[in-house]
């Protein structure tokens, strides 16, 4: 099996399926001729024609607004906001139209889009390169969200994401785009060549909208996360000594709380772990849902190790960004207590 | 004042030209006499519309003769049709108004005095071109003879809303009559109408989109969108604006009509741009197939300003006696479309007092039989209405786990 | 002192502030000559004139985009939202500017704006005449999320909005405009006239903005809640006998976590109750607080009783709405468990 | 095809007329020769600049003559003053794009060939006259005569950085030289202006705003509502878009500048509107000292379509050959704004080649001294920068129990 970078499996995701379905077209800022900033769609455009990949004017609600409307003709539209920072403009379409089209209109109409958002933080990109704003999604019913961590996720779910006749919220952390990030910023990364997950099928297959991965089976403590966190968690468990069950969300609503639920009964622990801010972040559903489905299995209180309540700072970025040593804290809190 | 020291800046506001108690001023409007304005050819320059977007064009003279370059070719047949049409929805909205104050609808608004607009411009569209509504083109749907009752039984909300119970009343959708469902947020129609005209165009089809927007709207953002993504990509779309002078209390002014036109907008976004009368049947069909004409040949989209007048009230929560002359329709230099029509037709020869007398007395009866079809399925005063269970679907295709456990929480 | 409706009370706090501060000006769709869709601005343009009580166009991206211009001119403008259901078009405004001119800036711009909107349903208004976005607003850092219930409140926090040097994101409950609704639609209202937080002085005074109102004492469950779920919970605690502690938040966010605190460490037992959609609703954020401060003194699991994670329907409005059987058997789960 | 079955639709995407590799066909910019346009009285209607919004306002000839009706009344110690800022925002610039080359800054954007429209419009403002500016307009701080040292201590994102490290490098606030704190989001500074130059006319103030916004970024909604507001209200604000030919590798035709122009969106919105050769120093005075008397006095908003060439990167994380031909700029017929005025200066006597060599050294060493002064406050890369703890600062006016707590469990 090949392997790719994230980039190449998001890319080979919309290859696959624009030569299999002719309803999908991609667009977006910078998305055709040269293919987006982050390179995600090189390629395409000369491949497929303009008609099919093209570039669009720097109007997220036009953006949206369109591809709705073209998902009432019949496509698929597959639409990048360039960075999730900038999805704002665009959430009147998004929370009054994409999520309600079909409630509303009883069926008649839907709204099969694929929005893709690179997020989050690590890259220096100050306040508005940098946001992660899934709570703001996950709050709004008839959205699908979804994160991946890894290229093999990213493919997989990405595909599952255009096939499906809810509209998906696609964000990627940007940070994995070239390896799995374990927020030790002062190390190299280790390519995705090197990592077991940055082996991506070449062809057509899909991963589960509405499933979550164990991605690190544990006994103390059962660690809710997703993104770039999962890695940091990783370095964060190996760090702590703690023996957390990390467990990668992957798609952050609809939600696979079966998982967690069982993850925590077993550990009786819990710890909630993201980059965004911490109030009334997704951070905050989680802690809601474990304390209502285990509250007479919890041990401890569930532990949120997030970002802070401030905008996200240029030269603080590593005092902001919750690394492996404010994650172990975290960890370490979740077990001292009882 | 010296001149070192400028004079103090002032915010303007504008104001319309009448209050309650007063008469408005209607020569803000800058009228065109009937058949004055040329006609350029469906494959005119943009920018060379500049001239129609100031102008506005009128075929119906006040003597009820059809003149000038844009009179269109319409059989009696068709004209009578529409003047049906027209009668069918102020009929029909008359009728609402006293079920809604009998409290049988919980809301209702109604489009006395636009029903030209709507009306001839569904009869200047092929079926499948696809319209993109506001609350005010129910016209659009009686002139694809929508079976009332199902109108009704979504405006009572009852046991056969087609919308189940989901919407207000008059947010219908109906994909089978080419009519996209209506938002309650405004102008978030209008890039969506595009869109549909731009998937449309990438797979080659020959179906058009027409987008609907009020004046006060089109100070939304997605009106700009709308245009800027319509010109780019030479969208097959009619943008239509629907300048009705009033934005609930609010005068046009407000949403930038002083000084310019709505039409106007178009000609910078590089869209050819028409300022029709919207009284005027014969006009909006004219100006509607020319629209559809350019779109439909690859020559991309045309805004058309129709001017107007709500002559009844925003809505049934509202009341415009408190923010503008009672009396104001009757001043309006625009007239009433549907007399208008009618003395055309009575012009020709083709229709009569007579005639019209009966045609409104059919629809009155016909309207009367729906309505007692209708209030038999129900409503939401009586509670018979879509069940509590049927509100957790259509939120995503499939049901959630979430939502089953929020149903049984419910109970139901 | 004279008692005035919720509408009164809050056109007093603007006609006291215009007379007051030559600063204040105030705009919105309707807002001017009309006096507003619900009249709370009635007779203010014609006692300060066009340049301070006026119009807007029907753009609410422009309505808080020119207030930020407003803004760091020095003027504090207070504008009105029609209904909470369409800020959408405004929240990059909102989130990008508004929320984060002063930290971006160093504090050399600030944003002393008050955006008032009519929220919460029980009118029969359907989708989008019913929304509570509060979530929306609590997970923003640098804004102020404020909702009062009952027209002594609303004067006195709409003053120290006005007068406050952050944004304030002022949601009124607009069920409550006429009377203290519990839920029971098919019963009249009390009008404000004869309760007594309908009582309220004719001139300045402020209530504060960063403190919750225990509006019922009670010893057996604490409640959380805020707008027109504070009369809900009243009835439900009536009609369900629990001896329920209600805690009218007031102040979203920053909030009033002592007063929570104390309360729940004294009952044990907490449930939280709120118009809007359940899923990443403020509710969740806390219920992760209360877990976090006071998961040794909880008894039992934190309830939620919330709006549906649905679109607010029209037809199945009490379905929907979280009226004072569901809230009473929320109450009585919360007291069951052990 | 028969006339019953139409031609398929086509979606049209517009493509710039050179990729890497070929030769750009400038003639789409649509140019007039200098001294060419006319210039209206500054009460002239919006309506009737329309011929202006199309044309291209010139001052400055091939050979340097200044020609025609707008040529502005400057001395030629305004000028000199001028052509010095210029290079010195063009020194500045190529000296940070090295020390970001070597790791220095994180990050930068230069304004390389649109010079002269910041340095130019902020001669012909009054101080207390605010500016509402993108991330390319650093000559208005060049014009104003900013410390390097201290924009350079926001640069290296330092312990002096006065935006205390929160934002990327060139995000600049300066209250007190008349610039508005740069937002990372497209367009948002458009209706900010607009409300600020509405409250100078609350007040009855004498001070008018200026805001600015690029090709690419006006397709944002921000823009049209910009629009609207300034046109509703008559604000005392002028609109300013630096028509650069790109937005990163977009060209303006995907913005919707093919067949009209960006000048022409005022047109219909009812502001007065002229399009203008960026690169020459004396038209941008002279056309934005029109738009900022017509304001002051109370005759509303203009909107100024600057038509130059971003002949740099978009920033230092763009390469444009990969997208237009790497020799671009040298083709480009509007020239180099340094080059022109100086040739200009020459030509009246009143400057030499040795003087221009002599300034850009004294520029240089001055630009040196103050990096050097800079970098010993240290930079990011060496860890200098605010506190951690001053990251909680300045969310609110005073700091609220949960972000003392967040900072004590971050053990600041
Ligand atoms: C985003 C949004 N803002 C405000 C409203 C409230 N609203 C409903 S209709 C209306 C007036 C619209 O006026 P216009 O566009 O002229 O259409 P008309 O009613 O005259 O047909 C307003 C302000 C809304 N529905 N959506
Ligand atoms: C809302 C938003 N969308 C997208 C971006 C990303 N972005 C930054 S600059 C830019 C191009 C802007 O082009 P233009 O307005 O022409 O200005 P120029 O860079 O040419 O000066 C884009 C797309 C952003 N910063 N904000
Ligand atoms: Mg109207
Ligand atoms: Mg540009």
Known sequence: ?338 | MSQDAPAPLRLHVPEPTGRPGQHTDFSYLHLSPAGAVRRPPIDTQPVDTSDLAFALIRVLDDDGNAVGPWVPELTPEQLRFGLRAMLKTRLFDARMLIAQRQKKLSFYMQCLGEEAIAVAHALALEPGDMNFPTYRQQGLLMAREVPLVELMCQLFSNERDPMKGRQLPVLYSYRKYDFFSISGNLATQMPQAVGWGMASAIKGDTKIASGWIGDGSTAEADFHTALTFAHVYRAPVIINVVNNQWAISTFEAIAGGEGTTFAARGIGAGIASLRVDGNDFLAVYAASRWAADRARSNLGPTLIEWVTYRAGAHSTSDDPTKYRPADDWEHFPLGDPVARLKQHLIKLGEWSEEQHAATQQALEAEIAAAQKEAESYGSLADGHVHSAASMFEDVYKDMPAHLLRQRQELGV
């Not at chain 1, 696959?16 to 455009?45: H, P």
């Not at chain 1, 994401?161 to 002062?186: Q, S």
């Not at chain 1, 532990?303 to 240029?314: A, L």
Request: hydrophobic share 40%; charged share 20%; with cysteine.
């Open chain 1, 1 to 338: 099996m090949a392997t790719m970078t994230m980039i190449q499996a998001l890319r080979s995701a919309m290859d696959v399926m624009l030569e299999r379905d002719d309803n999908v077209v991609i667009y977006g800022e910078d998305v055709g001729y040269f293919g987006g900033v982050f390179r995600c769609t090189e390629g395409l455009q000369q491949k497929y024609g303009s008609s099919r990949v093209f570039d669009a004017p720097i109007s997220e609600s036009g953006i949206v607004g369109t591809a709705v409307g073209m998902g009432a003709y019949g496509l698929r539209p597959v639409v990048e906001i360039q960075f999730a920072d900038y999805f704002y403009p665009a959430t009147d379409q998004i929370v009054s139209e994409v999520a309600r089209l079909r409630y509303r209109s009883a069926g008649e109409f839907i709204a099969p889009l694929t929005i893709r958002m690179p997020c989050g933080g690590g890259i220096y990109g100050g306040q508005t390169h940098s946001q992660s704003p899934e709570a703001f999604f996950t709050h709004v019913c008839g959205l699908r969200t979804v994160m991946p961590s890894n290229p093999y996720d990213a493919k997989g779910l990405l595909i599952a994401a255009i096939e499906c006749d809810d509209p998906v919220i696609f964000l990627e952390p940007k940070r994995l785009y070239n390896g799995p990030f374990d927020g030790h910023h002062d190390r190299p990364v280790t390519p995705w060549s090197k990592h077991p997950l940055g082996e991506v099928p070449e062809g057509h297959y899909t991963a589960p909208l509405d499933s979550a991965a164990v991605y690190r089976p544990g006994t103390q403590l059962t660690v809710l996360t997703y993104g770039t966190m999962v890695f940091v968690a990783e370095a964060a468990a190996l760090e702590s000594g703690v023996d957390a069950e990390i467990i990668d969300l992957r798609s952050l609503w609809p939600l696979d709380l079966d998982t967690i639920v069982n993850s925590v009964k077993k550990t009786g622990r819990c710890a909630v772990v993201h980059e965004a801010t911490r109030t009334g972040g997704f951070g905050a559903e989680l802690v809601a849902l474990v304390q209502e489905h285990c509250f007479y299995h919890l041990e401890a209180p569930i532990e949120r190790v997030t970002g802070w309540d401030t905008p996200y700072p240029h030269a603080q970025e590593w005092a902001y960004f919750p690394g492996p040593r404010r994650v172990a804290e975290g960890f370490k809190r979740a077990m001292e207590r009882k």
